[in-house]
């Protein structure tokens, strides 16, 4: 699609041309994301929010501009975006809140939030660790009960164990757009359903689908959200929380600290209202302006258009995985799902090879200029599902091309007779 | 020889199907085990050394565990290793050995692990130009010298 717009892919890797396939881990940053950060603080870096001087009007201009792009890049409005640190930082954010909803701060706005002992939370198996320890933390503390929503075999969620699982006790369901490990798109409006029929908040992770997907958060229901800026081709340390505008208004802070306030005393502070409520202290703002032009470039290809492109990919290398022995896909149910449709997926395909640790495979593929990742990728309770401790995974963006996986299809057929597995 | 048949040599491979050591001997006395685990992969290996009645030596070496090709093959030479010194290693030995190979491996390349030192486990040299590879060959000398600090 864009190759030539990413620097970094003109790189050669131990020889070879490199073939970038883990962006589902982060995504490669094209010239005018740098350039963006570049000229941010080459011209224009000063505080935001405070300063009467000319750079610090013009920081603020800049920074709230691009809260306004990323915020319409999800269909959200400007105060409905919450900036974080990233995925892990927003899910905490919201499972503090939460917290502090439980032991009364906020109230009486925040006591529809608030959890008391036997409540429950509800997750699914599929989660990355950031949406599952959080929720973990939260029980702990409030004792809360937390459950979850099992996959099936083919990777797809068990809907008819989540019409179970959700229940009068539930008060929050936390679940993925698009697990990280399987690819699959989950049935948002069903869950969100589920949960508001017992008047559960809903937090969805959309980690994996906001690069790869067109996005409108308030048009799915969920009450909060979030992303991650790395992975959408924006830098580091920089993220999203979404929040419908009722659930914001109504939820205690969970950072405090400078910049978040109207009136403060020795004894106590009054609060400003969101999205500044939950944005304490320094914020990330030559990122933020950063992934304002990681949106727009996005924008500019279109999301239908890279969610087309993308699913050109997914189905040259699910075709081209499933022709080579020993490759087991985890999450494959493009050939007749639990649902009996093939399930929506992004370009993203996680497996096992037999007779090979994941981490020898990364290693091969390397060795060819391949990357991709290894390990449990953040979903050990998953792995373990599938009877496994670790797999490789190969997931593709925008600048990836059918040659790209070509590549990686040629240099993975090779591995088990590497190892000696097979003749 | 190209980088990646320099890391897996064939005696790498060959340990990592065939290994030595693996399936752990029965607790008893003179019996101490650790379990290490490498967060970033999940691998995991469970080791347990039986030391002599006065405590001076080394006297077995078992383990269990999963992981990759390297992992599996450092556990597997490591029991070779005292299989060759006839079964038994001085105990006071044994952090001077391990601290040197993992001085060799953290080395990125620069000190080669010494055969007439470490056995086959001198194969594991190319590790040490993989950053990412260290913790997988060390896993097992991690093991053993926690294992035998407890026995």
Request: net charge negative; aromatic share 6%.
């Amino acid at each position: 699609m864009v190759r030539a717009d990413f620097p970094i892919l003109g790189e050669r890797v131990n020889g070879q041309r490199l073939v970038y396939l883990d962006s589902g881990a982060t995504s490669q940053k094209p010239q005018a994301v740098i350039d963006a950060e570049v000229a941010f603080l080459t011209r224009a870096n000063s505080a935001v929010h405070r300063g009467a001087h000319t750079l610090a009007a013009e920081a603020t201009e800049l920074f709230e501009d691009a809260r306004d792009t990323v915020a319409g890049f999800v269909g959200a409005r400007p105060e409905q975006l919450v900036w974080t640190s990233g995925a892990t930082a927003g899910l905490n954010l919201a499972a503090y809140a939460i917290g502090n909803a439980s032991v009364g701060r906020g109230a009486p706005a925040s006591a529809r939030f608030a959890l008391r002992p036997g409540d429950e939370i509800v997750v699914t198996e599929a989660e990355h660790h950031a949406n599952l320890i959080p929720w973990q933390e939260l029980a702990a503390r409030t004792g809360a009960v937390l459950r979850h929503i099992p996959v099936h075999d083919d990777g797809t969620l068990d809907l008819e164990a989540a019409t179970a699982v959700i229940g009068d006790r539930t008060r929050v369901v936390a679940f993925t757009h698009v697990s990280n490990v399987l690819g699959i798109v989950n049935p948002v409006a069903e869950l969100v359903a589920l949960a508001q029929a017992v008047g559960a908040t809903t937090v969805l992770d959309a980690c994996q689908s906001a690069p790869h997907l067109p996005l409108d958060l308030p048009a799915l229901g969920v009450d909060l959200a979030v992303f991650s800026g790395h992975k959408m081709l924006g830098p580091y340390g920089v993220g999203g929380l979404y929040g419908r505008a009722d659930v914001l208004e109504a939820l205690p802070p969970f950072l405090t600290g400078g910049s978040m306030i109207t009136t403060v005393t020795l004894d106590e502070a009054q609060y400003l209202a969101p999205p500044q409520r939950f944005e304490a202290g320094t914020q990330p703002v030559s990122q933020a302006i950063a992934l304002a032009a990681a949106v727009r470039y996005l924008q500019a290809l279109g999301m239908p258009a890279v969610h087309a492109h993308e699913k050109t990919l997914e189905a040259r290398m699910g075709a081209g995985l499933r022709q080579i022995d020993g490759v087991r896909l985890l999450g494959d149910a493009s050939t007749g799902s639990a649902t009996g449709e093939p399930a929506e997926r992004v370009g993203l395909w996680a497996f096992d090879v037999d007779g090979v640790h994941a981490h020898d495979v990364g290693q091969f593929l390397d060795s060819r200029g391949v990357a991709v990742r290894v390990g449990h990728h953040c979903a050990q309770p998953l792995h373990r599902r599938f009877g496994l401790t670790a797999s490789v995974r190969a997931s593709t963006s925008v600048y990836n091309t059918a040659d790209d996986v070509d590549v990686f299809l040629d240099a993975l057929s090779g591995v088990r007779s590497f190892f000696g597995v097979s003749a | 020889m190209n980088g990646l048949e320099s890391l897996y040599q064939e005696l790498i491979l060959d340990h990592s199907k065939r290994p030595h050591g693996k399936g752990l001997a029965d607790e008893a006395d003179h019996t101490a085990t650790s379990h290490q685990r490498n967060p970033i992969c999940g691998d995991e290996i469970t080791l347990r050394v039986r030391v002599s009645d006065d405590g001076a030596e080394v006297t077995e070496v078992t383990w269990d565990g999963a992981g990759c090709s390297i992992s599996q093959a450092s556990a597997s030479m490591l029991v070779s290793l005292l299989e060759e010194e006839g079964g038994r290693m001085p105990r006071a030995e044994t952090s001077t050995l391990v601290e040197g190979f993992r001085e060799a491996l953290r080395s990125r390349g620069e000190l080669p692990l010494d055969e007439e030192v470490f056995g086959d486990a001198a194969a594991l040299s190319g590790v040490s130009k993989y950053t990412a590879r260290v913790k997988c060959a060390m896993l097992a000398w991690v093991a053993f010298e926690d294992a035998v600090a407890r026995a």
